[in-house]
């Protein structure tokens, strides 16, 4: 006897490739798929050969893969059991999806989802054996995502860090490390550009102005691409900007290099509203009527020739300024000092929305390498993946 590689169709719908000795009969081989593919055994009830579905598990159970005529590459296809109370065929359906979307790990897989682990109590309609759960038993229906409410696989995108309603709310995402979303396309080293593009669903593209425009540098941080600003004039904007006036909530990130340490302007409308900024060697935001910095401490600092990522979180409706707007650096969160009260929602009357200035002054000079904004806030855990997501990907 001898090792094969056949290829079998899944209760999750892929299909995979698997080693087996062809002396293997067929019920060992549905035992091997259960374990290959990671479900429970008791979930198959048959598989077939593909190319001729009357050689089958039930009906050739002792048929050898090498009596059928199996070789590396013949196809099988799995079938589930149909068996069992309500409460089990909903489980048993909830497990298949479960490992679908979890793809054994690999995160490129097309049907790899962050959200992948379910919580059955969070369906509008759990099962207790054949009858339905009492609803002091279940979660909130309206809970986000449900039953896909937990997840542990390292997000490598915006849109796998945050929960759909969330990805929903992205007023705008730039991303400089390569040159697809930029204009002129396919520039090279050192080239200016005229737009940055914007890879949500509004095309609130970044624009230059005359000969105010940065240069795309591909290689520079972790082997991705960044937009270079020169100090002096560089700035990009998108005008007009009505969709931020007066919001209540909004989250935003920016990933950037300075070579400056005060003055500089990385983001920020022309009435001091989204606005990152350093000033006497340390970050600060402006928000919702205020500027605020650090109240102690040094998480804020910049140095000149370091990468950050840095991240604004405001709600509104909050009671506190504490609570109302949250500051981060490269992942600490920063106890600020308030210049006032921090605003119920953002100021209106906005122009313009600048990255690498702010209105029209303060150029900054460095790299500034990605930028996305949501008009909602993020949670906690959202939080946490995008920033694990910007510190993978840009290594900070």
């Given at each position: 006897m001898a090792n094969i590689d056949i290829k079998y169709k899944g209760l999750t719908g892929q299909v995979y490739t698997l080693t087996i000795d062809d002396g293997q009969t067929m019920t060992q081989l549905l035992s091997a798929i259960a374990s290959d593919e990671g479900l429970d055994a008791s979930y198959y009830y048959n598989v077939a050969l593909h190319d001729?579905?009357?050689?089958?598990?039930?009906?050739?159970?002792?048929?050898?893969?090498?009596?059928?005529?199996?070789?590396t590459d013949t196809l099988f296809i799995t079938k589930p059991v149909k068996t069992g109370n309500r409460e089990a065929r909903q489980t048993r359906k909830l497990e298949i999806a479960q490992e679908k979307r979890q793809a054994d790990g690999d995160t490129t897989a097309n049907f790899y989802k962050l959200y992948n682990t379910y919580n059955r109590l969070a369906l509008s309609l759990p099962y207790d054996g054949d009858g339905l759960l009492s609803d002091g038993s279940t979660i909130n229906p309206l809970e986000t995502a449900r039953p896909w409410i937990g997840g542990s696989i390292t997000p490598l995108?915006?849109?796998q860090a945050v929960n759909p309603a969330t990805f929903a709310d992205l007023q705008g995402m730039y991303d400089a490390s390569v040159n697809t979303y930029i204009k002129p396309p396919g520039a090279t080293d050192g080239d200016t550009i005229t737009q940055w593009l914007d890879q949500s669903t509004f095309g609130h593209n970044l624009n230059s102005t005359a000969s105010k425009k940065p240069a795309w540098y591909s290689n520079v941080k972790n082997s991705l691409g960044v937009l270079r600003f020169d100090g002096t004039d560089d700035c990009l904007d998108i005008n007009p900007v009505a969709y931020l006036d007066g919001i209540s909530n909004a989250s935003?990130?920016?990933?950037?290099?300075?070579?400056?340490?005060?003055?500089?302007?990385?983001?920020?409308t022309d009435t001091g509203e989204f606005k990152v900024y350093s000033d006497t060697g340390e970050w600060k935001v402006g928000m919702a009527g205020v500027t605020a910095g650090q109240a102690s401490g040094t998480d804020a600092n910049v140095s000149a020739g370091s990468w950050y990522y840095i991240g604004v979180v405001y709600d509104g409706t909050?009671?506190?300024?504490?609570?109302?707007?949250?500051?981060?650096?490269?992942?600490?969160?920063?106890?600020?000092?308030?210049?006032?009260?921090?605003g119920t929602s953002a100021g209106s009357g906005a122009t313009s929305f600048e990255v690498g200035c702010a209105n029209g002054v303060e150029f900054f000079a460095g790299?500034?390498?990605?930028?996305?904004i949501f008009d909602s806030t993020l949670t906690a855990g959202e939080i946490t993946n995008i920033e694990t997501y910007l510190g993978n990907k840009w290594s900070i």
């Open positions: 001729d579905l009357s050689i089958t598990k039930v009906d050739n159970a002792s048929d050898t893969l090498a009596s059928i005529g199996a070789t995108t915006v849109e935003f990130y920016i990933v950037l290099k300075p070579t400056a340490t005060t003055g500089d302007s990385a983001m920020g909050q009671s506190t300024d504490a609570d109302k707007l949250k500051f981060r650096v490269n992942g600490n969160p920063i106890t600020l000092s308030y210049s006032g009260t921090v790299d500034i390498a990605e930028f996305f």
